[in-house]
RNA sequence: GCGCCCUUCGUCUAUCGGUUAGGACGACAGCCUUUCACGUUGUAAAGACGGGUUCGACUCCCGUAGGGCGCGCCA
């Protein structure tokens, strides 16, 4: 019998899903999916401060919009206190953490002070072996795990290898704080234990706590879990990973009309590969995706290879499809919910029939809905800067030589145009171009667009020639 | 300061001691073409540095440099 896969991902919940947390949880999910197992959701909020009902939603949707599920309803960390504090005791009753009644004063001199001493940073055991009677009246103490401090704790890492950390780098972190309030490390171990989490994937800021967390299972006379800690993500300059570069939410991604497909595809190449493989499905990643092809090394968020990737799926998404996903995506768009409210029966349709020539010429969904504004425009179009150039130079002399052909065009589709306007031109000398270019011009108001014989056809007859009698005139 | 980790084209990466160091994005050039795209062909582009080990190192070891992460009664 092998016992089936849990893994967890465990925000907390002070701010949106960010990029590296969707990854995070995109890895859990994937190892989850692919050994048959399922991945938790844990909600780590014992930061009563700073966590915030908005973030947790923001987080459920981020989740739900990238596709990852979870298995059972969100645990709240802070909802097991009591399990927490109970386990604080039980270490305190075995003698394995002890009281410290050091105030936070206390302490912000001792870090000063070794500081300006050029000394590690740690706490220097003051209470460990103190006598408790000694404790200084009102205090309400912290309790403090007894960590080992001679020899060394080792963390078995599926992606960073065999990680060695020295005891003596590693001080009686608190486990309980004054006010009765469990600390990170011990919730999480706690938590992760009692959830039966067998596979922990998480960043590599963690890779410390794991050797805290493994002195606290070991304490408890647990079992550690498997560890992975993938490397971060950077911005573009190396560094941390600023706003401007992509350490947004994910419903940002949402927002600037990446699709949830993409950006699991992109997101799972960075850091991980198989083979020379770039693009791939989900299913896909599940059947490969194992911890031994995490690099070690941190990866740069890329927008341009985001860019081309959403640009494949765009392209190679079916046109009912990804306009059922182009209308959903709307509301989150900027000027979205105005062309929304614009869509009617008759626009789907149009919509449907532009699909195909709008969705080779964009990579996001927000090119996407630039590209179909000329559907949407009311007559007289605005016309930018190229088009009235267009119109300006020649453009309305051809059109007026185009319009009456049009208007005695039996068949208003575009292959029946196309021909029609090629006779044309053939018959009188001219370049294709010295047409389509005009056409383009005064039927959508700029200089490019999708293939202009299928813009006339979409537009309809009334509405294209309309539009071509309003630049004439 | 202390500890841990990282280092192949600009970027993401392949390579798991023997390769003309491969692919992708991006860039550049050409082709296609009614615009823009798409597609397609091609070009430039990499083992941080210094020592070892070895018949042979991008690959193993040591050092240096650079970078990252951690060092809260935050998570």
Redesign the pocket.
Known sequence: MSSPVVTRF???P?GYLHIGGGRTALFNWAYARKLGGKMLLRI????????TADAIDAIIEGLTWLGLDWAGEPVS?YGRVMRHREVAEQLLAQGKAYR?????Q??EEM?AK??AE??????DGTWRDRDPSEAPAG????IRFRAPQEGETVIEDAV???????N??L?D??IL???G?????L??VVDDHDMGVTHIIR???????AARQTQIYMAMGWRVPHMSHI??I?G?D???LSKRHGALGVEAYRAMGYLPEAMRNYLA???????????FSTEQLVEWFNLE?I????????F??????N??YI?HTPDASLLAQFVDFLPHAEGGKAMLAQIDDAMMAKLLRAMP?LK????TLVELMKGAQFLFAQRPLPMDD?AAQIIRDGGAEALAGLIPLLESAEDWS?LAL?SLV?AHAEAQGL???K???P??AALTG?????????VLEVLGRDEALGRLKDQVS
Do not use: M
Request: charged fraction near 30%.
């Open positions: 465990a925000p907390s002070t780590e909020d014992t930061d009563r401060e700073r966590s960390q410290c009644y050091c105030s936070p206390d302490l870090r070794a500081e050029k000394r590690p940073i740690r706490y205090v309400k103490p912290a960073q290898g065999r990680v060695v950390i020295p003596k780098d001080d972190l608190i704080r004054s006010d309030n469990p600390t990170y490390n919730s999480v960043g590599v800021d963690h890779l410390t706590n490397p971060l950077h573009p190396g560094a941390k190449r960075l850091g991980w590969s198989h083979g020379d493989d770039e693009i092809s690099g070690k090394s941190a990866a740069r968020f890329d341009a290879k985001l860019e081309n990737v640009g494949h392209r020539g080779e010429r964009a990579k190229k575009a196309e090629k370049k294709l171009g047409l389509a270019q056409l383009r700029t200089s490019t667009s999708p293939g202009i014989f299928d």
